[in-house]
């Protein structure tokens, strides 16, 4: 008996260690937590176009009346017009690592450090020279955050600007009791932010708006002992009937 339970304690121990190798982005000695970036208030920044941002583009003539049409002169009868919506809704433009994006008609821009907002006005100011009034619509077809850890993994679109932490996580189907809702570390390049969410203050203090491309990490919660437990019991079992029956034999 006094065999089996050292080997029962030798399988714990061991696993406390097994269970923790799937922990992922810990602090180590080249990063510690005095390395983290702070948390900013960053709600009234729109999101800045960049290289290899897909946008995808929408021109009106007559200020974009199409778009509004009060007197539904556009909307009956005009299956052939939404075709062509379609097709031109299926084509998207890549800005390229150099900052330029090519347009039809107006050709080469550069629209990188621009909000979405400005670089509409922009490109509509290069089809004034085709179309009167233009009026164009843009939209960011590859925003996206990665989250990974006890959510699982989840690739979540940015619909909207100013997309905070919490609506990822949200997103992502919350968090459950395995989370540890204290240690939420969001990766942005080279930058690390901590999230802690398990109190109020810690919420308001870190309201951070996350961007295309982050990486947030929610670290789960591991129970050594109980899936040790879990773990070993077959091999337990097995023990456990050879002693029994090593004492049923001896016992004859």
């Known amino acids: 008996m006094n065999r089996l339970l050292s080997i029962f304690l030798v399988i714990v121990l061991y ?12 602090f180590d000695e080249n990063f510690t937590e005095e390395d983290l970036t702070l948390v900013t208030d960053e709600l009234d920044r729109n999101y800045l176009l960049k290289p290899n941002d897909v946008l995808q583009l929408n021109v009106f ?32 433009y890549v800005i390229q690592a150099d900052s330029i994006i090519t347009f039809p008609l107006v050709g080469d821009m550069n629209v990188v450090g621009l909000t979405l907002y400005k670089a509409e006005l922009k490109v509509a100011a290069e089809f004034e020279n085709y179309y009167e009034e233009a009026f164009v619509k843009l939209r960011i077809n590859n925003r ?4 990974l850890g006890a959510p699982g993994g989840n690739v979540i679109p940015l619909q909207n600007e100013n997309t905070t932490i919490i609506e990822v996580l949200a997103l992502a189907q919350g968090i459950d009791r395995i989370a540890k809702v204290n240690d939420i570390r969001v990766i942005r390049g080279r930058e690390v932010f901590l999230v802690d969410l398990s109190t109020i203050s810690g919420m308001r203090n870190t309201n951070l708006i996350v961007q295309p491309g982050d990486i947030v990490y929610v670290e789960p919660w591991r129970r050594p002992w109980l899936e040790s437990i879990r773990d070993a019991s077959p091999l337990i079992s097995i023990i456990s009937s050879a002693i029994t029956l090593a004492l049923v034999i001896q016992n004859l």
Not at 61 to 76: A, C, H
Not at 144 to 147: E, G, H, P, T
């Open 61 to 92: 003539t007559n200020k974009g009346e199409r778009l509004i049409d009060p007197n539904f002169e556009f909307s009956v009868g005009n299956a052939q017009g939404g075709q062509q919506q379609q097709l031109r809704d299926r084509f998207q």
């Open 144 to 147: 996206r955050v990665f989250v």
């Open 15 to 26: 696993s406390c260690k097994v269970y923790k190798q799937d922990i992922m982005f810990r």
